[in-house]
């Protein structure tokens, strides 16, 4: 489909709007944690959580009870108007954008708390054109409020359609922000048969080849996710926005949820959603880089500082290759050890 030119990419959209990123904010985003704003209890504790979590997200949309919507969205309000969220970022989850409260949704967050928010989360994303569609509108509420930065835009990957343009969804606007997979609204699209919530499933599976003896056959449960996955991620580094796991459903089985945080992490994925106060520790052990593993990066950096020829360093060979891995490990270091003071203590930052 067409697409801006380079020179009008980048241009506000809505005179008066602000400038575009060029380079997203560089920030620490390990985990987007998850507050139902409708219910006042969990509301209350925000201002204490906002420390212990990268990101704080008012959610309106799955997981609302259709007679809560207007309450989700005055709670995320009045949330944002009372909290002092430092460093902790901002975000919403708004409405599908064929529902009946999306529309209301941009238009009161925008007006009431535009310039706290940070990235507004769309969910079901099947294309360019629904980014077209809420970059435009952003833009013409940060003209009308003079907003002093843009909102950034973050897609959730959860129908088979999206996953189809999951290229074109990354480079539709300068506002995106990165993408994250949606495991059971993409189940559902694609008519896999389970009812879990992200991770595996025994079923998903392959047998070793019958042994001569007749003895048991070896099985190894496999990722429902890792196509999808990994096709987001590539879509995400090659467009130079971010990519996340999304939910993880079971709260009671924190082995399950780390494994699947990990695989992520180690694929590329810049952190998860915490739907659960248990989660919160699991995605920031997850998501800082092992101490053991900066601490042989650093030595890398330091044997080749600019990342030219090779090395050896205990019996392995290091090259410009190995150089540019050790740098993405030390660079997320840096970050967390500029928010963690014990992390930055073990990494010797």
Not at 24 to 31: D, T
Not at 112 to 121: F, N
Not at 266 to 275: I, P
Request: proline fraction near 7%.
């Amino acid at each position: 489909m067409t697409t801006r030119t380079p020179r009008q990419f980048f241009r506000p959209l809505a005179i008066g709007a602000p400038e575009p990123w060029r380079e997203l904010p560089l920030r620490l985003e390990r985990m987007i944690h998850f507050v139902p704003p409708h219910l006042e209890k969990l509301r209350a504790k925000v201002g204490e959580l906002a420390g212990q979590v990268d990101i704080v997200l008012g959610n309106l949309e799955d997981a609302i009870p259709v007679d809560a919507k207007q309450a989700a969205r005055d709670g995320f309000i009045a949330m944002g108007k009372a909290v002092d969220f430092g460093k902790t970022g901002l975000w919403t989850r708004v409405n599908a954008l064929n529902s009946p409260w999306f529309l209301d949704d941009i238009t009161a967050i925008m007006t009431e708390i535009g310039g706290k928010l940070d990235v507004v989360m769309v969910p079901k994303v099947e294309g360019p054109w629904d980014i077209h569609y809420v970059d435009q509108l952003l833009a013409q509420f940060e003209a009308r409020h003079a907003l002093p930065k843009p909102i950034l835009i973050h897609a959730i990957l959860e129908t088979a359609e999206g996953v189809k343009n999951v290229d074109a969804i990354a480079t539709a606007s300068p506002r995106m922000h990165g993408m994250s997979l949606g495991p059971a609204d993409l189940a559902a699209s694609r008519a896999m048969k389970t009812t879990r919530v992200g991770g595996g499933h025994p079923e998903y599976k392959v047998l070793a080849d019958p042994s001569p003896d007749g003895g048991a056959r070896a099985v190894a449960q496999q990722d429902l996710w890792h196509y999808t996955l990994a096709k987001m991620v590539d879509a995400c580094a090659s467009a130079g926005i971010k990519p996340f796991y999304g939910p993880f459903g079971d709260f009671s089985d924190t082995a399950a949820c780390e494994a699947q945080f990990r695989n992520a992490f180690l694929l590329g994925c810049a952190g998860a959603w915490t739907l659960h106060p248990s989660q919160i520790d699991i995605a920031k052990r997850v998501f800082s880089p092992d101490p053991a593993e900066v601490g042989f990066a650093k030595r890398i950096l330091e044997a080749m500082p600019d990342g030219s020829g090779a090395v050896m360093i205990d019996g392995k060979m290091q090259d410009d290759a190995t150089w540019k891995q050790a740098k993405v490990i030390v660079d997320l270091a840096r970050q967390v050890a500029a928010r963690d003071p014990a992390l930055a203590e073990h990494y010797g930052m």
